[in-house]
């Protein structure tokens, strides 16, 4: 029988759970447990693919807008390329006390190393 071992890492920023997630974690979470996915790549990488569902929130104007949407009880998935952009989000997810955020470990990268599915579209499709 195949096991799937699970790291699951988290820590608190003032009231927000902060989730560490491997991309299968991570998908199996979203599969189960819809809130918000949230992209903060730029947004040229965002419109050549990305995980389906995912909003963008790439800029300081985009973050803002879908910041302003969210309610503290949503659970807020993030990612960026590698793991890194995620962090600046996270402190303003805190600030704006949201309860519980999901961080994709290793970011986009990480997840497309993994095989797992993704959105393709053509640059024409893909608005801000």
Do not use: H
Not at 87 to 108: D, H, M, N, Q, R
């Amino acid at each position: 029988m195949y096991q799937i071992k699970l790291l699951l890492v988290f820590f608190i920023v003032g009231q927000t759970q902060i989730i560490k997630l491997t991309p299968v974690e991570f998908s199996a979470k979203l599969d189960k447990n819809p809130g918000v996915l949230i992209d903060v790549r730029p947004f040229e990488d965002y419109c050549e693919s990305r995980i389906k569902g995912a909003v963008w929130a790439g800029n300081s104007e985009s973050l803002e807008v879908c910041l302003a949407k969210l309610k503290p009880a949503t659970p807020v998935f993030i990612y960026c390329e590698k793991g890194k952009r995620t962090k600046e989000v996270i402190l303003k997810l805190s600030k704006k006390k949201i309860e519980k955020v999901y961080e994709l470990e290793g970011g986009f990268l990480k997840w497309k190393g993994e095989g797992l599915k993704i959105n393709i579209e053509t640059k024409t499709d893909c608005k801000k």
